[in-house]
């Protein structure tokens, strides 16, 4: 299966924008298995962020995790704020705490506006922004996550497989 859309500039992206390696990664920030591939993409975004370009869009799997969607309208309504990647980063890190109120907290500690924070989350089009990801990943073959397209194409394998790919094919 292929990545449809391609990368755009409506996708968060971290790394580099001329990179070879283009890494989209569809993620549920409530899911286990998202939460155990978290600290090897960020040691591989660490060792190899110049020269690959990581890609993360939302995938929340809503029937199984209650507080999937909320946490990536969460992400989003940071994203407004220019701190999409640092949330993201928060939310992973306290993922066994997740509940209501995890994402005003998060919010407080990355030092958002908190009202803006709150009416931001409920903006319908950061409701579209998730509902779009999520489509591209049902379109793209995503059955669940985390789900990885390495320059358009289905990985199939886990995060530390892809470290594994990335390291054999980057020239340091």
Request: glycine fraction near 6%.
């Amino acid at each position: 299966m292929s990545l449809k859309p391609s990368v755009s500039n409506a996708d968060h992206t971290q790394g580099s924008t001329n990179a070879s390696l283009v890494i989209v990664e569809y993620g549920d920030y409530q899911c286990p298995f998202c939460g155990a591939a978290y600290p090897v993409l960020k040691e591989l975004m660490k060792e190899f962020g110049v020269q690959i370009r990581f890609v993360f869009r939302n995938f929340p799997l809503s029937e199984m995790h209650q507080y999937a969607r909320a946490v990536a309208l969460s992400a989003e309504a940071a994203a407004l704020q220019g701190k999409f990647w640092e949330m993201h980063d928060a939310i992973y890190e306290n993922q066994e705490f997740l509940n209501d109120s995890l994402p005003v907290k998060l919010a407080e500690k990355l030092g958002l506006n908190i009202p803006q924070f709150k009416a931001d989350i409920r903006k319908q089009e950061l409701a579209e922004k998730v509902d779009s990801d999520f489509e591209s990943g049902i379109i793209s073959g995503v059955n669940g996550t985390p789900s990885f397209f390495i320059n358009g194409n289905k990985f199939n394998g886990s995060a530390e497989d892809l470290f594994q790919l990335v390291s054999e094919n980057t020239a340091y």
